[in-house]
Nanobody, 115 residues
Framework: QVQLVESGGGLVQAGGSLKLSCAAS????????NGWYRQAPGKQRELVAS???????VYADSVKGRFTISRNNDKNTVSLQMNTLKPEDTAVYYC?????????WGQGTQVTVSS
């Protein structure tokens, strides 16, 4: 089992920055990849960024050049640095962890970007 706890969400003005963090505990050795997803009201959950255990990253086109995902294996944390935020980035952001047999999710953290 893997437990994930997100932190760092909040309210920010357009153009501002926020850093989200996700702390993993439990069977962290089994994690093969981590991702950040988001879900806006009335929309489906979508991938924002992911990082493999080897450090390979993938970003949604909408956040390329503005968001950076990183991973600290010693601390079992995954972070999402979000710069130049836009109102359309407003959503609940979820951290996930993929193992060979299951995908785990955090409880989500709200990010609100005001115009």
């Amino acid at each position: 089992q893997v437990q994930l706890v997100e932190s760092g969400g909040g309210l920010v003005q357009a153009g501002g920055s926020l850093k989200l963090s996700c702390a993993a505990s439990g069977d962290t050795f089994s994690i093969r990849a981590n991702g950040w997803y988001r879900q806006a009201p009335g929309k489906q959950r979508e991938l924002v960024a992911s990082i493999s255990d080897r450090g390979r990253t993938v970003y949604a086109d909408s956040v390329k050049g503005r968001f950076t995902i990183s991973r600290n294996n010693d601390k079992n944390t995954v972070s999402l640095q979000m710069n130049t935020l836009k109102p359309e980035d407003t959503a609940v952001y979820y951290c996930n962890a993929e193992t060979l047999v299951k995908t785990y999710w955090g409880q989500g953290t709200q990010v609100t970007v005001s115009s």
